[in-house]
């Protein structure tokens, strides 16, 4: 049925010319370039998500354990230091800085954040002595805090990847399942129509030239 409405289509439309046909021909090549070139930054950037997939499931991996680390040192500061010291310094804490930075994957951007130096140490260092349980616990949860803010950056890669490569899909699964078949069947209409014309000429000319035949 699709093939009927697509040649009935193509009847009205089309011009049954080899000049046409020849455009046609070049629309085809470009779409099945395009599709090439398509397929081949979609294989990039699904060897690049599976990649990244591998290097968050190893940083969950050690998510725990990061955790299990700063909450135990935490209740040995809090344990030599007395809960109140502990809870001055870490308020008095101060994110620094975390600088953005974008790469390029196949023309997609990803964010990429910048964690060295992230957190500072409080004032409150200057003004009380802490053991050294205290700075051990604001080094685990500095630690923490990073792998945290690197799990968060990369799995929004992961969705930017995830959200190109269905993208990318789309358009190939459009030109290869609809573009290409669609060229396909116009260029063939247009030859079968001018090899029709061709020996429909033909034809006549026989016919002039036999009628000319017996005329003479």
């Known amino acids: 049925m699709a ?8 009847k009205n439309d ?3 010319t080899r000049l046409e046909l020849i455009k046609t021909k070049n629309r085809r090549r470009v779409a099945a370039k395009g599709l090439s070139l398509l397929k081949m930054k ?7 998500f599976f ?7 190893l940083l969950r991996a050690n998510l725990n354990d990061h955790v299990l680390r700063a909450m135990d040192s935490t209740k040995i500061a809090e344990a030599q230091a007395g809960r109140a010291n502990l809870e001055r310094i870490a308020v008095e804490q101060r994110i620094e800085r975390v600088s ?43 630690t ?13 890669s992961l969705r930017k990847l995830l959200h190109e490569i269905e993208k990318l899909n789309r358009r190939a699964n459009a030109i290869e399942n609809v573009v290409m078949p669609d060229l396909d069947a116009r260029a063939s209409y247009i030859k ?25």
């Open 100 to 142: 953005v930075d974008v790469r390029n994957v196949m023309g997609v951007r990803i964010p990429s954040l910048d964690m060295e130096n992230v957190v500072e140490r409080s004032d409150a260092y200057e003004l009380i002595s802490v053991p050294s349980s205290v700075e051990d616990t604001r080094k685990n949860y500095t």
């Open 51 to 57: 990649k990244l997939a591998r290097t968050i499931t």
């Open 14 to 16: 089309v011009k049954t």
């Open 3 to 10: 093939n009927g409405r697509r040649k009935r289509k193509m």
């Open 192 to 216: 079968q129509r001018l090899e029709d014309l061709e020996r429909d000429q033909t034809v006549s000319l026989k016919f002039i030239k036999r009628k000319i035949g017996n005329a003479s």
């Open 144 to 156: 923490l805090l990073k792998l945290l803010i690197e799990i968060a950056e990369k799995e929004n």
């Open 42 to 48: 979609r294989s990039s950037l699904i060897l690049e």
